[in-house]
């Protein structure tokens, strides 16, 4: 995702480094807020039983219901893979996880 974006821009461009990190930091955030939502819109249709949930992407306002909680969580799963390249890909939070150390001995 990142990639295509540089690649897309010509070497005599007026987008500097500097701009590229704060688009793509921006794209971050905004990722976190919706994953947020999703987050509390799953939680809603599956621990608190209701059946609609009025999602706010920060944007505008969705009326999720039951039928819609398949593509809420497979959005979601595909969210955290974008967050996880988009950290990876700024150097932000490098956590074991994402690595797996095999011991010598």
Do not use: C, H
Not at 3 to 21: K, N
Not at 24 to 39: M, P, Q
Not at 72 to 100: A, G, T, Y
């Amino acid at each position: 995702m990142i990639d295509t974006f540089i690649m897309l821009v010509d070497e005599g461009s007026s987008v500097t480094a500097e701009s590229q990190r704060k688009f793509w930091n921006d794209t971050l955030i905004n990722s976190r807020v919706i994953l947020f939502s999703l987050d509390k819109a799953i939680y809603a249709l599956t621990k608190e039983e209701r059946r609609s949930y009025n999602m706010d992407t920060g944007q505008t306002t969705i009326n999720v219901t039951l039928q819609d909680l398949p593509n809420l969580i497979d959005r979601r799963d595909k969210l955290i893979k974008q967050i996880d390249e988009l950290e990876i890909r700024l150097d932000i939070n490098q956590s074991p996880k994402r690595f797996q150390g095999v011991p010598l001995w």
